[in-house]
């Protein structure tokens, strides 16, 4: 049901999880941990996957914490549930106990920030315009803001689509090339003519380690090419399927 990285489990202060798709109750194509507000699956279904989520986590149900992700660079600060209304933005951080961050995610990266010195965490939806942007520095920011120090944060990428499953054409090279010059490393060629393979968790990787932290994982799980056990964005279009599930991937501070 979920995966953890040994660099975050260190910490007894931290609790996290990159829930896989097993251990709901949803059906069909979203089968069956579907854990995204934002999808046509039952409302029900959906609620009672982020509560076991929220067990799993060992905080409050209304304390799993989402936002309304629109692939911005934006991070917010957390205090506690929000009203009737989500903010828009991609990250999120917070220092309150008890309160779980949660991205949602079905290709694009998930990833999860701690300084456990400093009881500072945070947690970004890292898709490639959002990587470009500079959602990952907002995040390192904000954390800095509350208290944390880059040198002992940690980051960690959950399962993200890999570059052996993402093929681009050449108005997403072309644009890539515009805002983020120089990275032309994380393109190699594909079969089809005028289109590349993006190495889309290279590219958050090398955003981090730039950025200057204390350390990067990447838990190097493609979610296109794991059925059995991530949700897919790119999987679902390939097959002119109607929706798709979301991925959950989340942090919190022990009380």
Known sequence: MLIQAPTLSASSGIRHAFFTRQGGVSEGIYASLNGGIGSSDETERVKENRRRMAQALHVKPDALISVYQVHSPDAVLVEGPWGPERPKADAMVTKVPGLA???????????????????????????WRGAVTGVLESTITAMENLGAQRSRIVAVLGPTISQKAYEVGPEFVQRFAEEAPGHERFFKASEKPDH?????????GARLNAAGIGGFTDLGLCTYSDEERFFSYRRTTHRKE??????????ALTP
């Not at 961050?101 to 947690?123: H, N």
């Not at 109607?242 to 942090?251: C, E, M, Q």
């Open 101 to 127: 961050l949660a991205i949602t995610t079905a290709d694009c990266g998930p990833v999860l920030f701690a300084d456990a010195e400093s009881g500072v965490i945070g947690a970004a939806h890292a898709g």
């Open 196 to 204: 590349a393979m993006f190495d889309l968790p290279g590219f958050i």
């Open 242 to 251: 109607p929706d798709y599930g979301r991925l959950i991937s989340a942090i």
